[in-house]
């Protein structure tokens, strides 16, 4: 059951976005509904990062529309305290000294609120809990791991109690249990009625739990629908993989084609 009452959470008409001479969205469309869990598919350079950076208003349009809970990007004020954004993965080791609580902590600051507010101390914990680091509140962040720190930004984009969550390939890189924890609060989230928007180079562990994905490619949404499943027959010895050049890489890429990492395959019986 949703918790929001606009039906569509995300709305992107028509976006392009520039970089310099690099024209990165080549006029997307994207509609996420209240509720839904989906992911962003696509291969490196596809432009996953530039899509969820323009649905958080870290990269401006160079035409097209976002809208985010019912409110237009760059007119309307969006309710960005109901929004949950973990940034593709930076390293939370800034060099400032800080422990997980005093992290978390800032994901309750927003736009026009400088102060926290009554009862974080339990929201911080409660939101570390909920990634499994309940034990690690007053850790100082160099002193975790990779896949914990991690953990510690994802806990972040949750103190708030957030109504659509977009997280940019959270667990590249990470550990298997973080990969666990987070996989575990995912569901949670989504048995809540949270809507999220995942960007991930493979299902892994989120297999069950999203229920469409979005492909990109070239800038392009290229597949939208069922989430690609492993095939049965994939390490058979039967089974032959064919790799595209990079000019048969620029056709439009039929719906066979492996969303993941872009290669096209033909089975030979
Ligand atoms: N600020 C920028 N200036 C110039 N080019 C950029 C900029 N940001 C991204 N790009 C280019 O745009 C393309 C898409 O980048 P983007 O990070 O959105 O892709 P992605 O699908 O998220 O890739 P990855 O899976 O490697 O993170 C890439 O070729 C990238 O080099």
């Not at 800080?98 to 978390?104: D, L, N, Q, R």
């Not at 990109?216 to 095939?231: E, F, N, Q, S």
């Amino acid at each position: 059951m949703s918790r929001t009452t606009a039906e569509h959470v995300i709305e992107v008409e028509r976006l392009h976005v520039h970089a310099g001479a690099s024209h990165i969205l080549r006029g997307v469309d994207l509609t996420v509904r209240a509720g839904e869990a989906v992911t962003l598919l696509g291969a490196n350079g596809s432009g996953k990062s530039t899509l969820v950076k323009a649905l958080v208003g870290v990269a401006a349009p160079s035409q097209g529309t976002v809208r985010v809970l019912g409110a237009r990007l760059g007119t309307d004020r969006v309710p960005w305290e109901r929004v949950g954004y973990v940034p593709q993965r930076a390293g939370a080791r800034t060099g400032v000294p800080s422990t997980a609580a005093e992290v978390v902590a800032s994901g309750l600051l927003s736009g026009r609120r400088w102060w926290l507010p009554r009862g974080w101390r339990t929201r911080v914990r409660d939101a570390l809990d909920q990634v499994g680091l309940a034990d690690r509140t007053e850790s100082a962040m160099h002193v975790l791991s990779g896949g914990q720190q991690q953990r510690v930004l994802i806990a972040r984009a949750l103190v708030r109690d957030p109504d659509v969550l977009v997280l940019d390939e959270p667990v590249a890189g990470v550990d298997h249990p973080s990969q666990e924890a987070f996989a575990a609060s995912v569901r949670r989230l989504v048995e809540r009625g949270v809507t999220v928007l995942v960007v991930l180079h493979e299902l892994g562990e989120l297999d069950e739990i999203v229920s469409r994905a979005v492909v990109l490619r070239h800038g392009l949404v290229v597949h939208d629908g069922a989430p690609p499943r492993p095939r049965a027959d994939h390490d058979a010895a039967a089974h032959r993989h064919l790799h595209p050049h990079d000019d048969e890489a620029r056709r439009p890429a039929p719906l066979t084609q492996n969303p993941v990492n872009g290669s096209t395959e033909e089975v030979v019986s």
